[in-house]
């Protein structure tokens, strides 16, 4: 495409051309799932404006470079001309000294002032994605785990990294292209006039309907790449289908390897076909593209040797015209596809934010109530809750566990044990009643305030890529070695950490040293013990973990509870033994409630637990 316009007169080389490439180049698919997200998630342009706001300023200089280096190239043609007809033809070699100095001069002054403007509107664009990006962060971190749950896999991360990312691209580079665009056509189309009205009219009646061919073509072109992309993905995947590891086992078991086999071939025959028109349309846009180079001029240099359109033109005025109507065109073509351009902005923007818009569902209240002294009494107050409201998941919930005391919730996987006691940490919130602490309504406190009076230790640990004291600290930044050395104590894992090869800065994670599970345990335990929490909820399900690694993460856990309140959901018949009261869920109900020994002389459904399940859990 280069080659063609690579006349030495160029003027002002195609602005936005390497965005224009971009954007052909992004997955053809994505124009339509670009207008899908617009129309299910309309973006203002007040909103968009709001964001480049702070930047109103440095705006109007991108806007000013923009013009004044257009302007500067104009002055291109009539150096030319004047070495042509006057230069030249007089040997005036001290003129053409200056004019051949000045043609480089402006060509320098063009560059420099791209630059600086290439340098502010990086940085506004920058600026603009960081704050997005920040708030967006912060927004999220906000969401309920809930948010997370129903949010298809990677679609999060997708979002915060790769749309906010592209944006600084396409939405300065769209914004900065339609502006340079705009400039250089106007420009152009004045300079042209100046240097001759008749060959001017005639560029206009002839550029339009070549710019326009050229975009159908191009037009063409992407329909034929999109279809050949879709089915190039198909082949992709079929091939994973087929042979990976469980495709192959799953196509081997159904002996469905002829069907795969015959179903591979014909895709791979339709990509042939593809395959071939794509490449023969990629050749047509050149060869139209060619043709429309040649032909402009061709008929330029016909007007002016005509008698009715020659009107004294000089040649200097012929090669500085020719020159000029070819750095037209791109920008023609430039604007015509600001369509599309604007549609992946305003797509991106939308994306942004829908998140952005998402309700916090958990936040903090409008007047929060201080507990200034925590003991620890939870209460489920007629508790109802349900993921999906017409579903619920937990009925009637009506509990006390007193201060310091224990309870343990056993029931079948299904039964709401995780839910209810999620419910103690906020992880959702009752549709009816309400759970308290020491009487007030955990929707009355801080996010903070109940952050620092619940603790919470599952099995899942999420261990951050940093030391091992960066992640105890994590719980408490304010934690002293001392401290963090005597919490990892208490959990049993002091030890292990200070025989590893850098201690407590040992690197945690994928580029460091890996903790079992049994051990990742221990380090949440220690965390919860840094930050001290008067109510504790335990998690011991799905527990995998060997004889020894499970006395030691238990008498871990032991040190943990000692003094709290503790709400477990339990497996292991010991704790449930030991627990003040035990409650029997059932569907989401409560359907025994009492200690041990209670609970085993009734007789009911506990004791059919501990004979079947939890003593087998028990005995392991
Ligand atoms: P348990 O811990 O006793 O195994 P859960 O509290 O995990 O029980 O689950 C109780 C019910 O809630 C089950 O029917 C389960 O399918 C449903 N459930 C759990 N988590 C979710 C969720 N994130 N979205 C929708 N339903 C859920």
Redesign the pocket.
Known sequence: MTDLNSTPLTLAPGRGDEFRERSARRAPDSRDSDRRQLEATPVSLRRIGALFAPHKATLAVVVLLIVASSVVGLAQPFLVRHVIDVALPDRDVSLLVWCVAGMVGVAVLAAALGIFQTLLSTRIGQQVMHRLRSDLFAHLQRQSV?FF?RTRGGEVQSRMVNDIGSMQGVVTSTATSIAANVTVVIGTVVAMLALNWRLALISLVVLPPAVITTRQVARLRYAVTAARQRKLADLHAQVEEGLSVSGILLSKTLGAAPTLSRRFEQTSHDLVGLEIRSQLAGRWRMATMQVVFAAVPAALYLAAGLPVTRGGMTIGTLVAFVALQGSLFRPLMGLLNVGVDITASMALFSRIFEFMDLPVEIDDPAVPVRLDHVRGEVRFDHVGFG??KDRP?LHDIDLTVPAGTSLALV??????????AGLVARLHDPDTGGVRLDGVDLRDLTLADLASAVGVVTQETYLLHASVRDNLRHARPDASDAEIEAAARAARIHDLIVGLPDGYDTLVGSRGHRFSGGEQQRLAIARTLLRNPRVLVLDE?TSALDNTTEREVQAALDELARGRTTIT?AHRLSTVRDADQIAV?DH?RVVELGSHEELLLAGGRYADLVRGGLAQTAAA
């Open positions: 809930d749950t993921y999906d998941v029931g079948a996987t299904g039964s709401g044990k995780t839910t209810l399900a959901i869920l989401g």
